[in-house]
């Protein structure tokens, strides 16, 4: 008889030591849940912290380009509304714009021709249906390309490749089909002003087809990151 009371007090006594154990790892779970959730909110802060300043630092760029905090002001009101209308980054506007601007400037145009050759560039990039990443690339090669003094070399090579529409009313603009653009960036004759004359005639072709594109749902979170962006900046 004793023997079966001392079996269910010992299972009793195994049962408390599991639930303490139990009980302990609920514990530590817990508490290393919270430091997680602790540490991801932490990253999350930083990340902020780090894109709202990287705005700050863009603006202060667009200023520097734009000759004046007060020209930059409005410089960076237009290209908030060309990164809206065309679904592009700001970001990316931004990087052309301050790389275009100089050069623009000494082929004697204006800040208002930078800014709507800035839109074209976006706007054909956007028809091209190029995923976010291309559209960087390729509005980043093109201003690099524009400011260095000519289009050629690695840039024409990559554009014509990931942005054939782009090149396509180039090619339009200057009245020679697009296999021949190889051809003339290795004669040095894309110039600067060149292309950017060539684009301008190709204007209403580029507009016609953006008009066509629908709005996208990628596109549009672009669009509402950006404006989280600037509300932390």
């Known amino acids: 008889g004793q023997q079966r009371e001392a079996q269910p007090a010992g299972a009793v006594r195994g049962q408390r030591e599991v639930d303490a154990s139990v009980g302990r790892a609920a514990a530590s779970f817990n508490v290393i ?18 894109v709202a300043e990287d705005f700050r630092l863009l603006k202060a760029r667009v200023d520097i380009a734009a000759g004046s905090i007060e020209k930059g002001n409005d410089v960076w009101r237009e290209l908030q509304a060309i990164s809206r209308s065309t ?3 700001m970001q990316d506007n931004v990087v052309v714009f301050t790389r275009l601007n100089q050069s623009i400037l000494q082929l004697g145009g204006t800040q208002r021709d930078t800014l709507v050759l800035n839109e074209l ?7 091209s249906g190029a995923n976010a ?11 690099q390309a524009l400011g260095s003094g000519q289009l050629a070399g690695d840039e024409l090579r990559s554009l014509l490749e990931n942005a054939p529409y782009l090149m396509q009313r180039l090619a339009e603009g200057l009245g020679v089909p697009i296999g ?3 051809s003339l960036g290795e004669q040095g004759k894309l110039t600067s002003d060149v292309v950017v004359n060539a684009l301008n005639k190709a204007a209403a072709s580029i507009e016609r087809d953006f008009a066509k594109v629908p ?8 669009v509402m990151e950006d404006a989280a962006i600037r509300a932390a900046a």
């Not at 990443?133 to 201003?143: D, L, N, P, R, S």
């Open 33 to 50: 849940t919270a430091a997680v959730k602790i540490y991801a909110a932490t990253l999350a802060v930083v990340k902020a912290i780090n």
């Open 87 to 89: 679904q592009t980054a």
């Open 121 to 127: 560039l976006a706007k054909a990039i956007k028809v």
């Open 133 to 143: 990443t291309e559209a960087k690339t390729a509005m980043v090669q093109f201003a």
């Open 180 to 182: 021949a653009l190889k």
């Open 215 to 222: 709005q996208t749902f990628s596109g549009a979170m672009t």
